[in-house]
């Protein structure tokens, strides 16, 4: 049997568990692996031949079938899969940022050259989604879904919970711990997220969803005091990655934080964990949680995607018909002023007789319903701690109560998961 012959450019977390899981794995073969500082110590014994500092002695090397992207960003990663798919290679890739920015110029590319990039590992690590998505529910229309896609963050606000600490010292926890990076931006400002669900939305709802369409907001400004809110009312705070499209194509995606009901699953996803709620009709309502990141998880999705290429490698022209991507025609966005959310706002009042009742009236005329208004004792400053639950309305018009709520101070605004 002639073996897989593979290159990995990138043996960091994710390159070195590649290499570790593939060392049991007897179709397949590494010819080649690029990294960037060839003097690096390494976890592992490789054969001085096998590292380079040069990506193209993978990438124009007649010899290797297939080329594992694992070094991640923007430049030089889009270069390197564009010119190895020019040159004959099929991809794998956990690159979930350059799927969100060039996807559709990249899975365009591979279609003129007849070969595939798959990209298991690049959207919730070491659960399987995208296949599963391509194969076994292809006969669904997926309508939503809800996902906890971050393992930072759901790390964060589940330390902010359980301990009652502010953002500030769980960020700096995490960081000591080796959870969060120095620079934790990308986390924590949504942008890991909102790359994934651009790109997992696109899959599941059969048409493109563009990253610049997605609105994004971090989980910075949560604050301890409106965790243990959110737990007396029965709801803990999760950063939601929500995607839902309608009959007519306005597709809502968005990451945001999000009041979650504590009998919901996603409520109970916490630590590290990830997890992604589908809606669709026929499967009706499914979860798959598991871990989102770490070395061996996300080695096992990337293994799973060569081992899928190696199944039908010199079997066929056309490989894996169900795994390409022809999504052209796009959803029209729904902008973030135009959805309908249910809303936790939290509002420091001055002390004076009606002031809940102005806010029920300013609401009112609105026509916002509230679900819940209360009112915790009063402060030495005589001011009232006031927190409000409204039903489902336009968030155009909860914009326009803030700005009427003149005297008040809005300390925070977070939307509320429906349906449990
Ligand atoms: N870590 C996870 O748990 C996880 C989970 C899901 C997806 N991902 C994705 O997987 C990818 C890799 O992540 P990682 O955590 O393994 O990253 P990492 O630990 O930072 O490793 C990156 C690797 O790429 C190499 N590299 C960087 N620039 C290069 C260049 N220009 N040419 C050749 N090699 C270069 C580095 O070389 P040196 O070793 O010489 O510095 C290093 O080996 C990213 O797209 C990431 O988003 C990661």
């Known amino acids: 049997m002639d073996k897989l012959k593979l290159g990995i450019i990138g043996f960091g977390t994710v390159g070195t568990g590649v290499y570790k899981t593939l060392q049991n794995v007897k179709e397949v073969e590494v010819v080649k692996i690029a990294v960037k500082n060839i003097n690096k110590p390494r976890q592992v014994d490789l054969p001085t031949s096998m590292l380079t500092d040069n990506p193209y002695e993978i990438i124009n090397n007649p010899s290797i079938d297939v080329v594992v992207e694992l070094i991640g960003g923007v430049n030089p990663a889009k270069e390197y899969i564009e010119t190895a798919i020019k040159n004959g290679k099929h991809i794998v890739t956990a690159n979930k940022e350059l799927l ?50 971050n393992g930072t963050t759901n790390y964060i606000l589940t330390k902010m919970d359980s301990d009652g600490a502010s953002y500030e010292d769980v960020l700096k926890e995490a960081q000591d711990l080796g959870y969060a990076e ?17 790109t997992l ?38 950063l939601i990655a929500s995607a839902t499209i309608d009959e007519n194509n306005n597709a ?11 009998n919901s699953m996603l409520a109970h996803i916490d630590y590290v964990t990830n997890a992604v709620a589908i809606s669709g009709h026929p499967i009706g309502n499914i979860v798959l949680s598991g871990p989102g990141a770490g070395e061996f998880p996300t080695a096992s999705s990337v293994v799973g995607d060569i081992l ?21 025609s796009k959803a029209n966005p729904v902008k973030i002023e135009d959805t309908f959310n249910k809303y936790y706002i939290s509002i420091t009042a001055p002390n004076a007789i009606g002031v809940i009742a102005m806010i029920g009236t300013i609401c009112a005329n609105k ?26 309305c336009r968030e155009k018009l909860i914009r326009e109560v803030v700005a009427e709520l003149k005297d008040c101070t809005v300390n925070s605004i977070i939307r509320v998961a429906e349906g449990g």
């Open 100 to 149: 969100a920015k060039f996807g559709e110029e990249l899975f365009n590319l591979a279609e003129e050259y007849n070969r595939v990039i798959l990209y298991e590992a690049a959207i919730a690590g070491g659960i399987p989604i995208i296949m599963p998505i391509k194969t076994i529910l292809a006969g669904n229309k997926i309508t939503k879904i809800q996902a906890i896609l």
């Open 201 to 238: 939305s696109t899959i599941a709802f059969k048409t493109r969803i563009k990253l610049e369409n997605v609105y994004r907001e971090g989980i910075t400004k949560v604050r301890k005091e409106d965790m243990a809110k959110a737990n007396e009312l029965g709801y803990k705070i999760k």
């Open 367 to 392: 026509n916002i319903s509230l679900s819940s208004i209360l009112q915790k004792g009063v402060s030495e400053d005589n001011t009232a701690d006031i927190t409000v639950i409204t039903e489902r």
């Open 252 to 262: 809502d995606v968005r990451v945001h934080p999000m009041l979650v009901s504590k």
């Open 182 to 198: 120095t620079d934790p931006t990308g986390d924590v400002e949504g942008f890991d997220a909102a790359y994934k669900i651009t």
């Open 308 to 328: 899928a290429i190696q199944a039908e490698f010199g079997k066929t022209d056309y490989m894996l018909p169900m795994m390409r991507c022809h999504h052209h």
